[in-house]
């Protein structure tokens, strides 16, 4: 039983450390370089955060450590995406006692994945809307934004510019979510949802 307890401690300390090691590396290397294509949330719009956690976690920021946020979990999937429940479990409450949710937030809206792009695979917020806008974030308005976190938060991979009325269904529904969340009202989801998509070629 001892050295079941042992195995069992060693187990779950390489396990933190593997996850805190490569958030640690993924952080310093999004805010080195990334081509200017860093986002922080001191920096964006707050109605970025408030749509994506209203579609992904709405208990983000008021659930202990303890508890397994989806979005981290999203998060450490990318990460180790072999990974057991088991692992990926204890790899995100390991995660949230070492960083705060701003931190953790704020790296996946960099880190996140939009699939690929002539072959090369499309990472963070900033960078989904260089290649389905052709703009600067700051340049999008909050349907374009809910079409992204609709992309990257949705369990089915949608191609916005081949599958057009699936991409506005759940834009649409990532909107809906932002009126039962009190990001926007009923009257403003309405006017968006009736916007097209409005991608670049």
Known sequence: IILAIIVTVLYVGWLARSVNARFLSDRASNTAGNNGLYLSLQSTT?????TLLAATDPNYYNNGNLTISPLTSQLVRMYFPKDSKIAVSIKVIALQFSYN????????INDVSF??????S???FASASQIYFNKPFAQLQPQDMALLV???????K???RTDKDKALAIRNDVLQM??????LSQAQVDAFKKTPLDLAP
């Open 122 to 124: 499309i990472r963070g």
């Open 115 to 120: 699939g690929a792009n002539a072959g090369h």
């Open 158 to 160: 949608v191609n916005p």
């Open 150 to 156: 609709a992309l990257a938060s949705s369990q089915q």
């Open 101 to 108: 949710r701003t931190d953790i937030l704020e790296t996946y």
């Open 46 to 50: 707050q109605f970025l955060p408030n």
């Open 178 to 183: 932002d009126v039962q969340q009190d990001v």
